[in-house]
Every structure is written in C-alpha cells, then in structure tokens.
C-alpha cells in the first residue's frame, strides 16, 4: 500500500514523447555547474526528447547487435525518472545473478535454473525504487497484445518479465508506473540505442561516496562485441552506483565523488578514511546482457554472474550494501557453435564496463548535479 | 578411490623444510628463459627453500597485519607444490563466497549464515587439485594438539577448518596431503608472510588462455590496509588462474598469456578471436580475507562477496568456468565500532587485488614458465 500522501505525488502523467531505439536522445538543458557546489537545487521544469544523439555515445548499436532484441525508452517529460525495456522477439533464455546488498527485483526466482520456466520474453530497469517494480504490469500488457509469452492452452499467453528497480527517488518525484512500461515497450526498436540521461537512467546519479551533494550523474549505456565467429555478446547498463566510474583500460576515475576544489575526491582513497556509510539500498547498477549464443538455462546464468566482472571493473566500490547491483541475461540461441561459455561470459564482463563508461560519458547533467560533460576538459 | 597407480605417484615426503611466516621464502633457481618458448620442460630436481625474500614482495605484512592471524606455508622439497595454511588464534566469524566454475572446497556449507557455527578456527589453500582437499587433516590434527576448536562437551573439540585447492598437477607430480598441512600450519608465524612461488603457490600458474605452453608463473600474495580507526583489512591470495593478471590502477597486463614474439597475447585480445576453450578445472585463484571488525555472519559472508570484485579487477578473466575462484572471510572481531560493512568489503576488494599482483612479482619461474621477473624490463 502507498500512502494517500505518497500516491498524490505521481502527478506527472506518462505522455508518448520518447526516446526511442534508433532515433531518440534524451536531452537535459546544459548547466554550467562549478564542480564542488553541493545544494540539491529543484529540477528544471521540463527535460524534452529531441532527435539526434550529441557528444560522445548519444546513441550506439550496442546490445540491440545481438539480432532478435529491441530496446525501448520512456522519459516522463516533467520529472528526471523513467524505464527502460529491453525485448527478446520470440523469447530468449535467460538468466540473472543479484549481487547487490539492497536489490529491488521481480520474477528472478523463476530464473534458477532448476526452475521451470527457461524463456524470458522482456527485461525492464526503472527509476522509482521499489514502486517502480509496477512498470512491469504495462510490459506485460503490451506483449500481451502482441501474443507473446508463455503460451497456455486456450487461455492466451502469459509474458515472463522479470526487472529490476534503480533508487532516483531523490531527483525524481515522479514514479515510474505501467504506463511507463507500456510506453517503452511501444517505442522499442532494434537500431542505435539512446545512451545517457534517459529511460531508466533519466534519474540516475553516481559517485555517492561523499553524498549526493558531490554526486555525479549516471545514465544508461550500451556497447557490443562481435566476432568473426558470428558470436555477439552487447550490454545494456543503466548505471546509479554509489562508487565512482572507472575506465578500466586505465585505472582512471572518469565520474565519481567530487573534492571541494574540483576533480575527484577518489572512492579508493575515501575508503580510507571513515567515510560516513552510503545511505542504504539508494544506488545500484543494473545490466541487461544479451548474446545469439545458444545457452542452457545454467549457462545463461553463468553468463550473468561473469558479467558481473565488468561491473567490478567500472565501478569502484561495487556491490555494496548500498547497491542493489543485478546482471540479467538473455540468450537468443541463433548461433549453435564456435564459442565457449567462458568466451561469451568474459566478453559479457567486457561490454558490460564499457556500456558503464559509456553511460556516464553520454549522460547530461541535473541542476547541482554535473555529467561528465560538464567537467572542465571531461577526458572525452 | 585412488587408483594404485596413481596412489603411487605419491612419492615425495613432506620434509621440515618450511618456509615460514617472517623468514623464509622460496626460491627456485633463475633460469633464463626467452619469452615465447613453448613445450614444458620437466621440473627442476629440488627447488630449495632459503632465507630471505628477494626482490620487491618476498615478504610482506600483510593479513598478519590483523592481529590474530598467522600464517604458516609448507612446500615440497622436491616438487612444485605445498599448501597455505591460515590460523586464526582463537577462531574467527567466518565466510566464504565461491565463484568459479570448478571449485574444489570443503566445510563450505557451515559458512551459510543460515547454519550454526559461526566461528572458523583455519583456512587453508592446498595445491593438488581435489587430492589436495586431506591437506585439511593434518591442520585439523594440529589445531586440535593445541586444543582449539569448537567444544564439545567431554570429548575436546571439533576444529572448523574450511579450505579450497588449486590444479596444479601439470607442474607438480605430488599431492599434498595431511603431513602438509599439519607442517604448514606447526609453521605458522604472526610476522611478514613469505610471498611467491610458496606453498600453495609453488606450482600456481597464470595466463593460460593459450595454453600451458604460454603461460607463466603465479604464486601466493598479501596486502593490506590499515586505517587511523583502528580498522585493519588484509588478504592472502594464491593466484593460479586461466586469465591474465592486470593492475587496475593503470590496466596494464603485469603476467599472462604470452606472445610468440615476446610480450603479452593479452587475454582481452584473445576473447575476440576463437579461443580454444581452457582446460576445464585446471586453475582457480583462492583469497582469504581476514578483518579484525566485529562482523556477523551474515556480514562476513557479504566482505567475501565483494572481495570477488578485487579478484574481477586483477585477474582478467576470472570467474571463468575453468576457475574455482573462491573467498574466505575471516572475522576476529577486536574492533567494536568505526567502520561499515561496505567499508570493510570495499577495502577487501581492494587488497584483494594487491595481493593478486604481488603474488605474480613475487613469484620465480618454473622451466618453461618464466616469473614476472624473468621477463626483459619486467615493469617492477
């Protein structure tokens, strides 16, 4: 039950302004924000759609490569939250791995590979917590309409949806709803994926060692690898860590926790000293990775736990009790032979931090909440 | 059942030849070998422990920087192989998080938090493969002359004594058994812990995303942290993985698959391409964590689950089906207050991977399997 109180806030309505595979790019007005200004100032009044990608990763052909899966967003208009739908036309078997200590997921226990049922039909990421898990209603609905899911005899289908929820309550008053859903799996697309301040990642923020008052903000990427072989392994992340960003082709921080005078205060070095707890379960990263390998349902949830590395990688510190950090898998099963598990779980590792670095890089700032772009020389 | 004919493989006996927490290192003679070379030679004859480390991290302070904790190696005179053996004087909350594909564990399922014992009296690291797993007895023969373990009314006590292995049966035609064990943990010392090609470490190898004919040598390292709360996080690890070792604050490749024309084949390039699957098994990087925070079992078993993100960032890649990757957690619980369980986990992560690269520049080659520091301008 939501408090009357709580209900009255989701004010904002869903409208069909998205950004969407192929062609969209949520962009938030630029800001000049010194770095080290700390006040939580009001949101701007109205982050619009507009087409085109801008500056580095506006959209990319990353996990929509892997032939089969769409991707779609819905960016309320008037608030910096939102969901995101990735969907398997024809079902993908699928697996998870939650290593977070405060998750916020739905239907990932029917994910165990001694469970039944092996094929997942969409994932869902959305901001607003763990009201946002309601998004899931509308994904269904709309893959409902489309006849896909699990089929049970003379009664229709039964869509299998598992997802998992990002913490933005603090920059959005709006909660993502099914309407949400609805919405993001309508716009879903199979070509370049909007990265950055949308969808899910609209209200995604990191670098929280220090607080939100030096916090950056997060966003969702997306990056792939393709193989000779025909072996395509992409990552969807939308990113809302506690930790800092890290490139980890260079050890460098690339978003993250900001010092007073400017630059990174540094989550390694803020570790050692006594650095106030991260306010619990108000973070996490959540992936979706996707493969046209052919997996059993074990090895798909090998794949989500190896993934899992990427975010180690990108993320520093990962995996807190502060995070709620889920890697989803999905594999299509189009390419029968010519890689290993290990392979394709290593690669996942691989595209899963990229899609991290990616997501910071392409995300546009909140008021009192700088992206990387907005650092002066960003290090694009 | 072991066959007679392997049984008789069994050959060497354990002598008292330790090396030893704050003295001894081991040394395996030099030999100059040009990288890209490829069959395995056969071993050397005897491999001699001697006094003294050499070079950087023959001996370091590290998870015996956590007062309790004492560590103790025993190598095989006459093989590349031995066991490590973790003591913690009056026992210890402990927890365990296993990863890898293929792990070789025992007394694993008590660490559930679910279940009754909560404290660990040692935790040892055998190679040998599975045969290494009776390395256990011969700790559990010794903990219980020096009557620690759990009580049992009447009949003394009962050692906990959790412990993984490595394969390192391509090196090394001894098993460790209980004698090890008993010798590595009558050895353990409170002082700088001997670091390299040593007890469990003595036949670790790493980068064999190629093959054994490219790889090098991998080995047992430590490091810590110690803070101005009082908080002191440490790790041991013992490093034999398929992947490649790399150190996160650069991205640089310090140990791994080599190339033909000298150099590193670096495994992110070889997931690209069409790997040969590795060997199923026949690796795995084992760490075991030691704090001296006051933590519950729940909570150990969390700093074991985000030291993974230690062993994801230096070990490149790791968690693969082919490792048994694993991490013991060791609480002693002098330090009441002043820390959080993220902190604690961030900074076994940290250290984790700190001892991971130590281990690979402490080590001394094997014929055939050049050591960091046999490689030309090794980067130390």
Redesign the interface.
Known sequence: MVPMSQESRRRARPVARCARGGTGSHRTPLIAIAAGTAALAPLPAAPQSAPGGSGAGGAAEGITRVEGIRVGHFTYPNAATGCTVVIADGGAVGGVDV?G?APGTVETDLLDPVNTVERVDAVFVSGGSAYGLGTRGGVMRHLEERGQGFPVGGTGVVPIVPGAIVFDLRVADVRPGPDCGYQAAAAAGAGPVAEGSVGAGAGATVGKMRGMAWAMKGGVGTSS?T???GLVVGALAVVNAVGDVV?????ETIAGARAEGGGFAD??RI?????P??REGENTTVVIVATNARLTKARAA?VA??A??GL??AV???????DGDTVFSLATGTLAE?F????V???A??VVAEAIVRAVRSAHGLPSIPAVRDLPGDGR
């Open positions: 290593r200590g690898a193989l000779e072989s490139d980890p082709r260079t050890g989550a390694r570790l050692r000293g006594e650095p707890p991260p090998k736990r190896m899992h590395d180690a990688r520093v510190p990962s995996h807190t009790p502060s010519g290993s598990v290990g392979q779980g290593a690669l590792a691989e």
